[in-house]
């Protein structure tokens, strides 16, 4: 989704936007632009295209202002093209807006503008914000800082939707000033200078010292001082967070793409996920969720919520929850479970997870929950994330940024930190012990199991430059092996470009066996022990129809018919999925890498899908 950088210090502010853009880049854009302030004029330049072409339109020219915004934007209203580009600016050119989100009511202001005269370059549902801006600012008597601040402020009390915006103004050559409300928007403190950004890898290489604002809260920047406002415009303190993530964990580290980086770094994102949660001998520990056994006793649902990879690991918590805590658990897509009218009450706890903790479906789901009474609690990867702050209660992955729009190493920590959460619950509801001890020791060994796994894989590279010229491939799985089977299809064919789909093992006779011809790939995951006999059957019935054969267990699954098995570490069957998941990611992988394709950022695909 759309990114927005700021710089307002000593240094050019050219190469630090361009700078800020490029480690956003990773969201998802079709166009960049940048505003700089030039001896109190504007320099807004705009392309359709990658950052890297903004960079040179922006090298042709000799920028030297030291106060600037950007943006990468993904089209939402309005089709990829300069004019569509951010930042707009107003009629008169006097204010410059970069904008992430959704002006809802931009038709109703548009038309309330065009009434007063104003008129419009572009398609956009922005454009509608700096006129406005500057609508109500020539309202204002005088024309002093607190009227700009107050224009905004009365500009956004008309938007309806969403937003995270950064504001120039030539009247004000030496300020900037930011607001957000259910966008993300973080402000970075530094020494003589500030940024602003919609996350915190973009500017860690600058500075460790972040300030999160919360919805409808402003901010006046300058060089020097950082100025809070509530929604009453009345001055707030604010704490800024020291971030403890090095800068070089958010690059890559060597490796060919952060996909790859990604994958690799599963061992240690699982080991940090476990953290002090899970220790040899002791009981689970989340002092974040006080949960008695009262209240678990109390829950009579639970829904799980969550968009693509995210809601694949619920899959596996829900199984988790309903054999082991006995506590009947659904899993419903955001997007669906915000319209769907779910029955939910004060006895319903309901547990979001989100990697990016930004994902506007996951939110708006979160925010119907917590309106019926129920008990909300988030999972995120991104401290201090949308949904960390609306929730009830919050936990987290300790994942480190992932880059890649395909997830990886959230996936496989969300579901190491479901598991513990759900032993957690056992415990709590004193659940039998020594079935919750085996899991326990399970996964404490995962992370080793995990590095074990991604050192002998060549098998897997070579298996997908045989077979990346197919058309489609089907992923089959009965039990837990299916979320396997549903993440891996997500994963190959948001990335490869190539037509899967996964299906229940137990439904190929219902209708999916019609497609199956000579040379058509079959993907099989055979680990949950009770039901690996009559996967075989099914997988039988495949090959008897011509197919080939791809098949992922940690048994010692023999059968000359099979046209490749790669076998991975056994583990307690409930964590299976955290393992049979690695070479199918890899699998995905090298079939785009042998296509050519850009594997960190597929096309049409967000990282954070910040609007509906
Ligand atoms: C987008 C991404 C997916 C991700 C999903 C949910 O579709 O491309 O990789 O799984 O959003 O994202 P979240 O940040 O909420 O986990």
Redesign the pocket.
């Given at each position: 989704m759309c990114g927005i950088v700021g710089y307002i210090g000593n240094k050019k502010a050219k190469s630090i936007l361009i700078d800020g853009l490029t480690k956003l880049e990773y969201r998802g854009y079709d166009s960049a632009g940048l505003t700089i302030m030039e001896n109190e004029n504007f320099k807004t330049l705009k392309n359709k295209g990658r950052v890297k072409e903004l960079s040179e339109l922006v090298n042709q020219e000799s920028l030297t202002g030291t106060i600037g915004i950007a943006h990468t934007r993904w089209a939402t209203h309005g089709k990829p093209s300069s004019e569509n580009s951010h930042p707009h600016n107003d009629n008169s050119n006097t204010f410059s807006v970069v904008h992430n989100g959704i002006v809802e009511n931009h038709i109703e202001l548009k038309n309330f503008l065009k009434d007063h005269d104003y008129h419009f370059l572009s398609e956009t549902d922005t454009e509608v914000i700096p006129n406005l801006i500057h609508y109500y600012f020539a309202q204002e008597e005088n024309e002093t800082k607190e009227a700009f601040l107050k224009a905004v402020h009365q500009t956004c009390h008309h938007l309806k939707g969403s937003f995270a915006i950064g504001v120039l103004s030539t009247h004000f050559p030496d300020i900037m000033i930011v607001v957000r409300k259910d966008s993300p928007l973080v402000i970075g403190k530094g020494d003589g200078e500030n940024f602003i950004s919609s996350d915190i890898p973009a500017y860690l290489a600058f500075t460790r010292n972040f300030y999160l604002l919360k919805d409808n809260e402003f901010a006046i920047l300058s060089k020097e001082n950082i100025a809070f406002y509530d929604d009453n415009l009345h001055p707030l303190t604010k704490e800024s967070k020291k971030i403890e993530w090095n800068a070089t964990s958010a690059e890559k580290n060597g490796y060919e793409d952060f996909m790859l980086k990604e994958i690799y770094e599963q061992p240690t994102a699982i080991r940090e996920t476990i953290g002090s949660h899970l220790m040899a001998g002791q009981s689970c520990r989340f002092d974040e969720l006080p949960f008695t056994k009262d209240f678990l006793n109390s829950i009579q649902k639970i829904y799980i919520v969550?968009?693509?990879?995210?809601?694949h690991a619920g899959l596996t918590a829900k199984t988790m929850l309903e054999n082991i805590c006995e506590i009947p658990t659904e899993v419903d897509i955001a997007s669906e479970f915000r319209y769907r009218k779910p029955l939910i009450n004060k006895n319903t706890l309901c547990i979001f997870?989100?990697?990016?903790?930004?994902?506007a479906d996951?939110l708006a789901a979160l925010k119907l929950a917590k309106s019926k009474g129920a008990t909300t609690l988030a999972i995120s990867n991104v401290e201090g994330s949308s949904i960390t702050r609306e929730a009830d209660f919050v936990t987290y992955t300790h994942a480190g940024p992932e880059i890649a729009?395909?997830?990886t190493k959230?996936y496989t920590s969300q579901i190491t930190l479901l598991a513990i959460m759900v032993l957690y619950f056992a415990e709590i509801l004193e659940k039998n012990t020594s079935t919750l001890q085996d899991i326990k020791n399970s996964i404490l060994e995962l992370p080793t199991k995990a590095e074990q796994l991604l050192s002998n894989l060549t098998e897997i590279k070579n298996f997908a430059k045989e077979v990346y010229q197919n058309k489609d491939v089907f992923f089959l799985g009965r039990g837990l092996d299916y979320n396997t089977a549903a993440e891996s299809s997500l994963k190959l064919k948001?990335i490869s470009y190539i037509h899967s789909e996964a299906f229940f093992s137990g439904e190929l006779k219902h209708g999916p066996i019609a497609l199956i011809e000579n040379d058509t790939l079959v993907v099989s995951i055979l680990t949950v022990p009770d039901l690996i006999e009559k996967s075989i059957s099914n997988i039988q019935e495949v090959i008897t129809r011509g197919a080939k054969t791809l098949i992922i267990t940690d048994k010692n699954v023999e059968n000359t018919n099979f046209t490749k098995i790669i076998k991975i570490p056994e583990t307690n069957h409930f964590l299976s999925p955290i393992l049979s998941i690695i070479p199918l990611q890899l699998f995905a992988y090298y079939i785009t890498k042998q296509k050519g394709l850009d594997v960190d950022k597929p096309r049409n695909?967000?990282?954070?899908?910040t609007v509906e």
């Open positions: 969550a968009c693509g990879t995210a809601m997870i989100s990697q990016s903790g930004e994902t996951t729009v395909a997830s959230a948001e695909l967000a990282k954070s899908v």
